[in-house]
């Protein structure tokens, strides 16, 4: 039905930069927002950057400043450029969209995550 799938995960230094993207497949009716979350070792999932399907952005306080959500609604993709890493930036990134299908209203999709570690 639906599918979402990330790349551009890896092993950056800090201060490093990684670029993140996320396309959905499938067979739906519309995507409403996308964004990211992250999960990191011991903790529950967050929210980091999402954006709605007219633009509108939201950003963790975290990575205000540092973090850039972007969006083709034309691909269904969604991209994160992440720049000035820290450490406690470490995570595993899964994307996130709101779907209406042809069956149902909008409902959340995950994509599988993406390993981002930021360490000397």
């Known amino acids: 039905q639906v599918q979402l799938v990330e790349s551009g995960g890896g092993l950056v230094q800090p201060g490093g930069s990684l670029g993140l993207s996320c396309a959905a497949s499938g067979r739906f009716f519309a995507i409403n927002a996308m964004g990211w979350y992250r999960q990191a070792p011991g903790k529950q999932r967050e929210l980091v950057a999402v954006?709605?399907?007219?633009?509108?952005?939201n950003y963790a306080d975290s990575v205000k400043g540092r973090f850039t959500i972007s969006r083709d609604n034309a691909k269904n993709t969604v991209y994160l450029q992440m720049n000035s890493l820290k450490p406690e930036d470490t995570a595993v990134y899964f994307c996130?969209?709101?779907?209406?299908?042809?069956?149902?209203?909008?409902?959340?999709?995950w994509g599988q995550g993406t390993q981002v570690t930021v360490s000397s």
């Open positions: 996130n969209a709101n779907i209406r299908t042809y069956t149902t209203y909008n409902q959340p999709y």
């Open positions: 954006m709605a399907s007219g633009g509108s952005t």
